[in-house]
C-alpha cells in the first residue's frame, strides 16, 4: 500500500476521443509524475509537476496534458487518441523534487480500439 | 542524456538458487539509482535505492544491489530465490538531486523461479 490511488482502473476509448486519468497523491507529496508502460515494456516518464506547475516532461506529444491542484492530486488528460496509447498509465508521487523516495499507484489500464 | 539496459528479458532460477539480475546504465552525472519490482497487474514498488554514500544498498524481501560506478553497473541480488520472488524487476536512473521524479528505465527482467 503506496498510499496514491488511481481511477479508473480500466477504461477502453475509441480513437480519436479524449481521456482523463486521476490520481491521488501520497499525503502531504507535493511532487506528482506520471508515466506510460506499454505491454512488455519498461515505464517511460510523461512529465512532472512539483507545486501546481510542470517542471519536466518526456518525449510526449502536447496532445498529452496534465494538471495538478491545489491538494496536489492530479489529471493526466490524453486528446485525439491513438490506438498506440493504449498502456498502463502509472501516477508516482513524493515529497520534494530532489531525489525522496517515490511511490506509484498501481495504475490506470488504458485500451484504445 | 540517460539510459539504463538490462541484460535478459527472462530470468529463470531455481528455488534457493541465487538471483542475479543485471543493469547497467549510462549518465552524465553522478546518479541515483533504483530497483523496482512489478507484480501481475499492479504498480511498481521499490525494492532498494542508491543516492550517496555506500555502495552496497539492502533492500526489502533480502535484495540487496552494488554500485559499481566503473562499471557503470547497478546489479541485484538474493541470496536464495522464494517462490514469491517471480515477477517484473526494473532498473531505473534518475540524475541526481535535481531530477525529481524523473526516472528513466530499464526494459525490464521477468524473474521466474521453478520449484
Known amino acids: 500500500e503506496t498510499g496514491v490511488t488511481q481511477s479508473p482502473t480500466h477504461l477502453i476509448k475509441t480513437r480519436g476521443q479524449q481521456v482523463t486519468l486521476r490520481c491521488s497523491s501520497q499525503?502531504?507529496?507535493?511532487?506528482v509524475s506520471w508515466y506510460q508502460q506499454a505491454l512488455g515494456q519498461g515505464p517511460q516518464f510523461i512529465f512532472q509537476y512539483y507545486r501546481e506547475e510542470e517542471n519536466g516532461r518526456g518525449n510526449f506529444p502536447p496532445r498529452f496534458s496534465g494538471l495538478q491542484f491545489p491538494n496536489y492530486s492530479s489529471e493526466l488528460n490524453v486528446n485525439a487518441l491513438e490506438l498506440d496509447d493504449s498502456a498502463l498509465y502509472l501516477c508516482a508521487s513524493s515529497l520534494g523534487n530532489s531525489g525522496n523516495t517515490i511511490y506509484f499507484g498501481e495504475g490506470s489500464w488504458l485500451t484504445v480500439v | 542524456a540517460q539510459s539504463v539496459t538490462q541484460l535478459g528479458s527472462h530470468v529463470s532460477v531455481s528455488e534457493g538458487a541465487l538471483v542475479l539480475l543485471r543493469c547497467n546504465y549510462s549518465s552524465s552525472v553522478p546518479p541515483y539509482l533504483f530497483w523496482y519490482v512489478q507484480y501481475p497487474n499492479q504498480g511498481l514498488q521499490l525494492l532498494l535505492k542508491?543516492?550517496?554514500?555506500?555502495?552496497l544498498v539492502k533492500g526489502i524481501n533480502g535484495f540487496e544491489a552494488e554500485f559499481k560506478k566503473s562499471e557503470t553497473s547497478f546489479h541485484l541480488t538474493k541470496p536464495s530465490a522464494h517462490m514469491s520472488d517471480a515477477a517484473e524487476y526494473f532498473c531505473?536512473?534518475?540524475?541526481?538531486?535535481?531530477?525529481?521524479?524523473?526516472?528513466?528505465f530499464g526494459g525490464g527482467t521477468r524473474l521466474m523461479v521453478k520449484p
Open positions: 531505473a536512473v534518475s540524475e541526481g538531486n535535481n531530477a525529481g521524479n524523473m526516472l528513466t
Open positions: 542508491y543516492t550517496t554514500g555506500a555502495t
Open positions: 499525503s502531504g507529496h507535493n511532487t
